[in-house]
T-cell receptor, first 111, second 112 residues
Framework: DVKVTQSSRYLVKRTGEKVFLECVQD?????MFWYRQDPGLGLRLIYFSYDVKMKEKGDIPEGYSVSREKKERFSLILESASTNQTSMYLC??????????FGQGTRLTVV | QKEVEQNSGPLSVPEGAIASLNCTYSDRGSQSFFWYRQYSGKSPELIMFIYSNGDKEDGRFTAQLNKASQYVSLLIRDSQPSDSATYLC????????????FGAGTTVTVRA
């Protein structure tokens, strides 16, 4: 079974903190994604990566950055957390053109 | 314009009825289309994928794709209370087919 693991299920951070969300997949997938999910807005793509050290902005990259130093690991970084970044964050991985598999999600609250 | 649009819900259907979900997409060159189901508090899970025009059936689920109209749909036959969930349409976009974009989702409630 494909396994996508996110480092935390729940996270509470203070405004202005630097926040790291980690994601690891075990299926040698080229593509990895970070989405956020908010009520009524569906999944919105923040960043994605199609290879090691390669990244592209999604639809809402402002306030975020990413890192992919190894194929299996994709990190989302909130440089200075703000309350409007309180959300559910979902990591996913896929082979090109095929379905994406999701991690369990990280519920981030910024206070 | 949003790349992937789904019919707004919520959709309420009686048990045993057919639930019909619709999705349109803006990139005419898209090649891969997916339907995910998401239960409350859980991550999305794939239920159907379709790459070619026409219908694809898997148990009680049928996906329909019409690339000329840029339209993909999902039919759930003999709806069960366990089908109550949010259904998300996803599309791989060109030029390189690895950007995966989702619609906002349609919430389905099956009434017993």
């Amino acid at each position: 079974d494909v396994k996508v693991t996110q480092s935390s299920r729940y996270l509470v951070k203070r405004t202005g903190e630097k926040v790291f969300l980690e994601c690891v997949q075990d299926m040698d997938h080229e593509n990895m994604f970070w989405y956020r999910q908010d009520p009524g807005l569906g999944l919105r793509l923040i960043y994605f990566s199609y290879d090691v050290k390669m990244k592209e902005k999604g639809d809402i990259p402002e306030g975020y950055s990413v890192s992919r130093e190894k194929k299996e690991r994709f990190s989302l970084i909130l440089e200075s957390a703000s309350t409007n970044q309180t959300s559910m964050y979902l990591c996913a991985s896929s082979l090109q053109g095929y379905e994406a598999f999701f991690g369990q999600g990280t519920r981030l609250t910024v206070v | 314009q949003k790349e992937v649009e789904q019919n707004s819900g919520p959709l309420s259907v009686p048990e045993g009825a057919i639930a019909s979900l619709n999705c349109t997409y803006s990139d005419r060159g898209s090649q891969s289309f997916f339907w995910y189901r998401q239960y409350s508090g859980k991550s999305p899970e794939l239920i159907m994928f379709i790459y070619s025009n026409g219908d694809k059936e898997d148990g009680r689920f049928t996906a329909q794709l019409n690339k000329a109209s840029q339209y993909v749909s999902l039919l759930i036959r003999d709806s069960q209370p366990s089908d109550s969930a949010t259904y998300l349409c996803a599309v791989n976009e060109r030029p390189n087919d690895y950007k995966l974009s989702f619609g906002a989702g349609t919430t389905v409630t099956v009434r017993a």
